[in-house]
C-alpha cells in the first residue's frame, strides 16, 4: 500500500496523527501531490492544529488553483476560528468555480449570520434553498436568522419546513422553541422543547431552554426540576444554574438563589444578567451595600443595563 493510500485509510479510520505521517511520505515523495496535502490538512483540522491545516490547504490549492474541496475546507476550518471575512472569501472561491455550490451558499450564509449581517445571509440561504429544497439544515438555520430579526411567524414557517423535510431533526425542534419563547407561546415552545428532548435525551442545553421558559411561566419548580436535570448532564452549565437562580428567587428562597448565581459566575464571569439579579436578591434581602456592587459590576459589564439599573 502506498504512503497516501495507508494515509488515507488511517484517516478514515480515526487515526488522524498516524496518518499525517503517512501523507508526510507521500509528500516527500511527490511534493505536488495536492491530495496529500488536502487530506494532511483534514487530519491536523480534526486533531485541532488549525493553523497547520490553513497552510496546508493553501498549499493544496497552489498546486491545484480549481480545488473546489480545499477551498470550501479552509473557509470551514477560518469559520471556526471566528475569522469570517477571510472564511467567506473562501466559500466565494468555492461559488467562482461553482455557482451551483448549495454547501458555499450556506456556508457563506452561516457566516454571515454570524457576524449580524441578517439579510445577506437569509439571501445566501435562498439561494441555497432554490438549489436543494430539500435540505433541513438551511431551512432552520434562516429561520434562526429570521427570529433574530424578529421575524418570528416567518422563521416559525421555516423551522416547520426543515420539521417536514426531517421529522427527527433535534434542532429544528429547538428552534422552534426558542422563537416561540419569543412570541410569548410559552406552553408550545414547552411541546418542542420535549420532542427535542425526545429525541436527544441527554442533551443539557434543551432541558435548560425548557427550564427558562417554566420560568417565563412562573413555573418555579418545573424550572428548577429542569435546571436540576441539565446539571446532571452538564455540571458546568453555567446558564443552568443562572436560570435555577432565577426560579429560586421567585420562590423567595434567596439564600439558594444567590448560591446558585455564584456557582453561575464561578463558570461565566462575563455574564451580565447574573450580577443583576443577584443584585436583585441582594436588595430583596436587605443587604444594599452588597446589591450596589452587583449592580456596578452588571452595568460595567453591559451599559445597556444602566437605565434598567437606575431606574
Not at 485541532?48 to 470551514?76: M, T, V
Not at 429561520?143 to 427527527?168: F, Q, T, V, W
Not at 437562580?245 to 444578567?273: I, R
Request: proline share 3%.
Amino acid at each position: 500500500m502506498e504512503a497516501y493510500e495507508k494515509g488515507s485509510y488511517l484517516y478514515h479510520e480515526g487515526r488522524r496523527a498516524e496518518a499525517i505521517v503517512f501523507f508526510n511520505k507521500a509528500i516527500s515523495s511527490n511534493p505536488n501531490n495536492a491530495q496529500a496535502y488536502f487530506y494532511k490538512a483534514r487530519a491536523l483540522n480534526r486533531i485541532g492544529k488549525k493553523e497547520k491545516a490553513i497552510f496546508c490547504y493553501e498549499r493544496s490549492i497552489i498546486l491545484k488553483p480549481d480545488f473546489k474541496r480545499a477551498y470550501y475546507n479552509k473557509g470551514h476550518v477560518l469559520k471556526e476560528m471566528r475569522k469570517r471575512e477571510e472564511a467567506i472569501a473562501c466559500y466565494d472561491k468555492v461559488l467562482g468555480l461553482d455557482p451551483s455550490s448549495t454547501r458555499a451558499f450556506y456556508a457563506k450564509g452561516n457566516c454571515l449570520s454570524e457576524m449580524g449581517k441578517k439579510e445577506e445571509a437569509i439571501d445566501c440561504y435562498d439561494r441555497a434553498i432554490s438549489l436543494d429544497p430539500n435540505d433541513a439544515w438551511t431551512f432552520t438555520d434562516k429561520g434562526r436568522a429570521l427570529a433574530k430579526m424578529g421575524r418570528y411567524e416567518e422563521a416559525i414557517d421555516c423551522h416547520n419546513k426543515a420539521i417536514s423535510l426531517n421529522p427527527n431533526f433535534m434542532n429544528v425542534y429547538d428552534n422552534k422553541g426558542r422563537a416561540l419563547v419569543a412570541m410569548g407561546r410559552n406552553e408550545e415552545a414547552v411541546g418542542c422543547f420535549d420532542l427535542a428532548i425526545g429525541i436527544a435525551p441527554n442533551d443539557a442545553e434543551l432541558y435548560n431552554n425548557k427550564g427558562f421558559t417554566f420560568n417565563k411561566m412562573k413555573k418555579s419548580q418545573e424550572a428548577i426540576d429542569c435546571c436540576n436535570k441539565a446539571l446532571s448532564l452538564d455540571p458546568n452549565h453555567s446558564k443552568a444554574y443562572f436560570n435555577k437562580g432565577n426560579a429560586l428567587k421567585e420562590m423567595k428562597k434567596y439564600k439558594e438563589a444567590v448560591e446558585s448565581y455564584d456557582k453561575s459566575l464561578c463558570l461565566d464571569p462575563y455574564y451580565a444578567d447574573t450580577y443583576f439579579e443577584k443584585g436583585n436578591v441582594l436588595k430583596s434581602m436587605g443587604k444594599e451595600t452588597e446589591a450596589l456592587s452587583c449592580y456596578e459590576t452588571a452595568r460595567n459589564l453591559n451599559p445597556n443595563l444602566k437605565d434598567v439599573i437606575s431606574g
